[in-house]
């Protein structure tokens, strides 16, 4: 599977923030749930709400639940967007405890709901991670504008069998399929710049299709063991799976590119994968 970061690893950066302003998600802060707010919005802003991360507390991840917590990733994602929302569209609204009562209170629990879902479907396969919840508290900042993008959370890319890094280790990709293995390939997540909120779907769904074309690799990897010359792995597996990481990431690429600049050279350097 591929090093994010999913959410950031090398896999273990933040890779939440991602490389835009502040008009950009911010977490991984270690942030705690806000004093008292009054939605006033007399600054012009309501502000930004910021949690801390929870992709890089993660230990190694099963390969069988990776499905399910780069699911839970991503909505934790999308929970803090829909509160950024609602702070926007509910300026001048509420008392004194307004902030806290209809916004962040809701917001954390939605997210300890989400990360106790994440450790359980870790613990199902190997130890169950504990004080997650930990995490689950968020804060409103003041004096920053409402984030109109939200960096995808990294996508998992630990395993149990082998830790991936941001680059594709070097391994048997030339070989015969002898004793299948595991694939590693460059994260694509943590490389991008900030995401037009426009684009934000599309590129999620690609980062998402990047880790089920990984998926099916290794699938084919470990049901074609024994099959195949020196260059089988090469020819009918890492050559192929490349194809599609190209096609994909320019797809990536073109969504951002058509509400801001365009990143480059993003499927030259991470489609490229490896035997691990």
């Known amino acids: 599977m591929s090093t994010i970061d999913t959410p950031t690893n090398p896999w273990r950066k933040r890779l939440l923030i991602g490389g835009g302003a ?13 004093g008292a707010q009054t ?10 709400i910021v949690c801390p991360t929870v992709s890089d507390r993660l230990p190694a991840v099963p390969v069988e639940a990776r499905a399910e917590v780069e699911r839970n990733l991503q909505l934790l994602n999308t929970q803090v967007a ?83 890094t941001t680059a594709p280790p070097a391994g048997n990709a030339g070989g015969g399929n002898q004793g299948g293995g595991t694939i590693a390939c460059p994260s694509v997540a943590d490389k991008l710049p900030a995401i037009p909120a426009q684009a934000q779907e ?21 049901t074609s063991q024994g099959q195949g010359g020196p260059n089988f792995v090469n020819n009918a597996i890492l050559g ?10 320019n797809r990536i690429a073109t969504a951002i590119g ?12 991470l489609s490229t994968c490896a035997l691990a």
């Open 39 to 48: 939605n006033t919005g007399a600054s012009g802003s309501p502000g930004n």
């Open 240 to 249: 192929p799976l490349k194809d599609k990481r190209v096609a994909t990431i």
């Open 82 to 164: 829909e509160a950024n929302q609602r702070l926007v569209t509910s300026q001048g609204q509420g008392g004194p405890n307004f902030v806290n009562n209809a916004i962040l209170g809701p917001l954390k629990d939605k997210r300890v709901s989400t990360i106790d879902r994440i450790a359980i479907a870790i613990g199902r396969h190997a130890a169950k991670p504990t004080g997650l919840d930990s995490l689950a508290g968020c804060q409103l900042v003041k004096g920053q504008p409402p984030a109109t993008a939200v960096v995808p959370a990294p996508v998992v890319t630990r395993t149990t069998t082998a830790t991936r």
């Open 22 to 34: 502040a008009a950009v998600l911010s977490v991984g802060l270690g942030l705690g749930v806000a």
């Open 202 to 222: 599309e590129v999620d769904r690609n980062l998402t299709l990047l880790q089920t074309q990984i998926a099916e690799a290794e699938q084919r990897l470990a």
């Open 258 to 269: 058509r509400h801001a600049a365009r990143p480059e050279g993003l499927a030259e350097s």
